[in-house]
């Protein structure tokens, strides 16, 4: 089997797991969308943003990993290409999980005080 084609498999199964969580989450958003419109769009939006960010990243990773092994990039010129990308990928994480958070407290009224 092809060496690349073997690590895409791999990094789909590696993030498989997440990728049902964000799913799930675009799915309940859907769902509820109509009795918690605000909470449900931030939790539609940052679904969607680590849904896509992640199915991304991964393809960019295989991308990368087979133009390493047809170019014969070294360690080092692979590692800093790559750390570059997550960096930036994990940014954008960073936003999708800040739009589930703000929706964990949108529209939330004042609770009394005890």
Known sequence: MN???????????????AL?????G????IVFIRKYPMPAML???GGLVLLI???????IQYYLFRY??????SAAEYSR???????AANIVRALGLSLWLAAVFVGRRQG???
């Open 112 to 114: 009394k005080s005890a």
């Open 53 to 59: 960010t992640t199915i991304i990243l991964t393809l």
């Open 68 to 73: 390493r092994l047809e170019n014969a990039w």
């Open 26 to 29: 675009v799915v309940l958003a």
């Open 81 to 87: 290409v790559l750390s570059m990308i997550t960096l």
């Open 43 to 45: 939790t539609l939006g």
């Open 3 to 17: 060496p690349a084609a073997t690590f895409l498999q791999q990094q789909i199964a590696y993030a498989s797991p």
């Open 20 to 24: 049902l969580v964000y799913l799930a």
